[in-house]
């Protein structure tokens, strides 16, 4: 007797220390309050209000963006490293189908970029344990001026993982993202680590 398919309920991905991953759901301000209770927590009466203030408005924005475009799950660098936590993030979105569900097809379309976006890497890897698409784009933001201080002009580096579903035709498409152009090398690798570590919680 063949046993029955067992069905993905979850995923787990490898958090750096200083990460956190804060579900998209009604519980999700809640948790941003734990979290910034957490981080603040041993520094100076002054300093730790005006970090909770700004740490809650950040990671605030952060999640309240990523449901925008209909992310199920945040990844966010929470610890601050001098008064300020790492710009990175990750946004994990459920695809629902995936055309003809070839890779190739998939390919053809990632490769194109859109416009503004540079594809600089294009290829497929191996993320628990079947094929997935991994794409490495660079694109220009502009920024607006705000409370009269300059605006400018971002160069974001953002590493996706195409992820398959097991049992369905769907995908996990894994978004990691910084504003920061000196830190694009080293947070790419990161990404890349993160990304790879993904696993399947099954039922």
């Known amino acids: 007797m063949t046993a029955p398919a067992r069905a993905v309920s979850d995923f787990r991905i490898l958090l750096p220390p200083g990460w956190a991953r804060v579900p ?6 809640l948790r941003i309050k734990n979290l910034v209770t957490e981080r603040v927590r041993d520094l100076p009466a002054p300093r730790r209000a005006e970090l909770r203030a700004w740490l809650t408005r950040e990671l605030t924005a952060a999640i309240e963006a990523a449901a925008r475009q209909g992310g199920i799950d945040v990844l966010l660098s929470v610890d601050p490293v001098a008064g300020r936590p790492v710009p990175a993030s990750g946004l994990i ?3 629902r189908g995936r055309g003809d569900g070839t890779f190739e097809s998939l390919l053809r379309t990632l490769g194109s970029g859109g416009e503004g976006v540079q594809v600089r890497e294009l290829g497929v890897v191996e993320v628990a344990g079947a094929r997935a698409v ?35 035709d769907d995908l996990l498409l894994l978004t990691f993202t910084t504003p920061v152009e000196q830190l694009g090398p080293p947070l ?8 790879g570590s993904l696993r399947w919680v099954l039922t």
Request: cysteine-free; glycine content about 14%.
């Open 93 to 95: 979105t459920h695809v």
């Open 188 to 195: 790419v690798k990161l990404f890349d680590v993160m990304g």
């Open 24 to 29: 998209l759901d009604g519980r999700a301000p």
């Open 134 to 168: 991994r794409r490495l784009t660079s694109r220009r933001e502009e920024v607006p001026a705000e409370d009269g201080g300059p605006g400018g002009v971002l160069t974001v580096t953002q590493v996706d993982f195409f992820v398959p579903v097991p049992g369905s």
